[in-house]
């Protein structure tokens, strides 16, 4: 609670502070995102950051240095200030290992962190403050304001969710990645919908799934450079034609029938006491750890599954058969080098009255996973609505539940922007894993910006940049320096929509 209070004190600071000057009032003062928990800014008194700058790095890890100029080469080009690098620290840090500060002032900038991700964070933050300097006609060199930082992430876990759906183009997944990197998430979760373009296993996709093996090494390489860990996917459960359940598509059975006894009779579930099932699905595991360098977590879904249907699955009691295999699925995994992660819904029964207005459940039968599972398992509780998808509720007994039994638990919010923060509050309250940003069908337009805007200051335990236009200027700022590392060419990869005005609203007729 003392945490609220002092994050309160310093607000009330730091709001004033972007209030304007006394000529100004209305000006705006820049800020990065998420809000730091310590910032004071002052863009009245610039100061130069150019070839001519020295940035001072005081960070134990000795590979920070040379990440920080590689960085700052990509971005400023013949402009980079310079890094000069210094093992010891005298700056006073937040506690945690991601922890930063930054002082920029007429002196030079000067960094302080205790690991190269919290020199990540740290240049995010410059980089969403610096400028062009300003009365030339293109850029020659830049400017910060005269700012401090002190800043640590309120949970260790703060990932992203992303659906790879088919309509979703590559560009748009890479985009949202390094986002989320530039917002300070430092887990992405990869969920293919078709598109996983299996060597072992083609059938398993749509034809010409675009999240190949290339792709993916790809872009887990950008990931582990920016500090944001990628991690697969697969539906091990419900969900198993990889189609949402309003389309009635399964990337499987509609084009290769012959496939049919993997999954139980409509293809919704597959058929977990089909042994060939069984093979398929560690071999698709083992696959998807590899192109994804071998990360640490593979989520399992198992959300909104069904009970049996064949005859064979019918004769195991249902919560029995279910935990065989997700337990063996995640002691297959551990003997890998992963941990197993899953949709929370299943181990809540829809008749027990404490999960009255809940969104998601499964039954008497399947809630007993909650006892059997084994308890290294992370269970990611997505919860996004109580009626209007933005009350805003203190306590979170479903989060408070799985940890109580034992289980790493994630907080799992979507469009509920209101609830996110007291969500990760709650979460870190209870000692809880971390925060996952679900974003589903609404990775564009201003959920993405808001999902991801309340999202990452939630989980750094700050309000969201909230105060337009400053909200929209963070946001932009951001987004388009992902446009720039990428060099976007298409229009399409830039903002937050595909087109300026829908395509078809002028019809011949
Ligand atoms: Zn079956």
């Not at 640590?152 to 969710?161: G, I, Q, Y």
């Not at 029964?349 to 809940?358: M, V």
């Not at 400053?470 to 830039?494: E, I, W």
Request: charged content about 25%; aromatic content about 12%; proline content about 7%.
């Amino acid at each position: 609670m003392h945490r609220i209070l002092a994050l309160l004190a310093v607000f009330t600071f730091a709001y004033r502070a972007f209030g304007g000057n006394a000529v100004n009032p209305d000006a705006i003062e820049l800020a990065p995102l998420p809000m730091p928990v310590e910032f004071k800014s002052d863009m009245d008194s610039p100061v130069p950051f150019d070839r001519d700058t020295v940035v001072t790095l005081e960070c134990p890890d000795e590979a920070a240095a040379a990440w920080l100029s590689a960085h700052f080469a990509e971005w400023y080009g013949e402009d980079a200030p310079k890094v000069r690098g210094a093992v010891a620290t005298s700056a006073t840090l937040p506690d945690g290992d991601e922890a930063y500060s930054i002082v920029a002032d007429a002196n030079g900038v000067k960094i302080a962190a205790r690991s190269l991700a919290g020199v990540r964070w740290a240049a995010y933050s410059i980089r969403q403050l610096a400028i062009a300097k300003r009365g030339t006609f293109n850029t020659k060199g830049r400017i910060l304001p005269t700012f401090t930082i002190s800043d640590a992430p309120h949970l260790a876990f703060r990932c992203v969710h992303l659906c790879w759906f088919p309509e979703v183009r590559k560009e748009q997944i890479e985009r949202a990645i390094r986002l989320a990197a530039m917002l300070k998430f430092n887990y992405a979760i990869l969920e293919p919908w078709g598109m996983y373009a299996s060597e072992r296993h083609p059938w398993w996709s749509w034809p010409e799934a675009t999240m190949t093996k290339a792709e993916v090494r790809r872009l887990a390489a950008i990931g582990k450079d920016l500090g944001i860990t990628l991690i697969p996917q697969i539906a091990a459960f419900g969900h198993a034609g990889q189609g949402r359940s309003i389309t009635v598509k399964h990337s499987v059975l509609d084009l290769k029938p012959e496939f049919e006894p993997l999954f139980e009779p409509g293809g919704w579930n597959w058929c977990l006491t089909n042994p060939e099932t069984q093979r398929v699905m560690r071999e698709l595991i083992v696959e998807m750890l590899e192109d994804f360098g071998n990360p640490p977590y593979i989520h399992l879904g198992c959300d909104e599954a069904q009970p049996p249907t064949c005859p064979e699955c019918r004769k195991r009691p249902y919560g029995e058969l279910v935990c065989d295999h997700i337990a063996g699925l995640a002691v297959f995994i551990k003997e890998h080098g992963a941990r197993a992660m899953m949709w929370h819904d299943m181990l809540l029964d829809k008749d027990d009255g404490r999960w009255k207005g809940f969104v998601a459940f499964g039954s008497k039968a399947t809630a007993t996973l909650a006892d059997t599972l084994p308890k290294d398992v992370v269970i990611c509780d997505w919860q996004y609505s109580y009626g209007d998808m933005k009350e805003v509720r203190k306590d979170w007994p479903t989060i408070g539940y799985f940890k109580e039994k034992g289980f790493p638990v994630c907080g799992a919010p979507w469009r509920n922007y209101n609830s996110m923060g007291p969500m990760a509050e709650y979460v870190s309250r209870v000692g809880g894993f971390g925060l996952l940003l679900t974003t589903w069908n609404h990775l564009r337009g201003g959920d993405w910006r808001d999902m991801y805007v309340y999202g990452a200051g939630a989980a750094w335990g700050t309000p969201p940049v909230r105060k337009a236009p400053m909200y929209d200027t963070s946001f932009a700022l951001a987004l388009r320096f992902v446009g720039h590392d990428m060099h976007v060419t298409d229009k399409r990869d830039t903002g937050i929509y595909d087109f300026e005005v829908p395509l078809g609203w002028w019809p011949p007729w």
